[in-house]
């Protein structure tokens, strides 16, 4: 059987905060979801920066074809792949 001492001089008689040694503290905080934050209206999705990279990657793409073309067909000859 298992018999707790609790009486004057024992550990659990002394008087303590219930919080001590624990770290509390209070401060607020924002709970709010990022969705519900307002935008400002003059901020836009795309900026010319945006168009002139697409316009660019449009560009290098359509002039890489004539290379990739030239590039598959010489992988595509017997003698290349017959090597190993």
Known sequence: M??????????RSQSRP???GVGVTSRAVSLTPDSARRISDNRRLFVRGDALFA?????????????????????????????R
């Open 55 to 83: 316009a660019g990657v449009i560009i290098g793409t359509a002039a890489m074809m004539p290379l990739d073309r030239h590039i598959a067909q010489e992988l595509q000859e017997p003698q290349t792949q017959a090597s």
């Open 18 to 20: 219930a919080n001590a």
């Open 2 to 11: 298992l018999a707790l001492a609790v009486g004057p001089g024992s550990a």
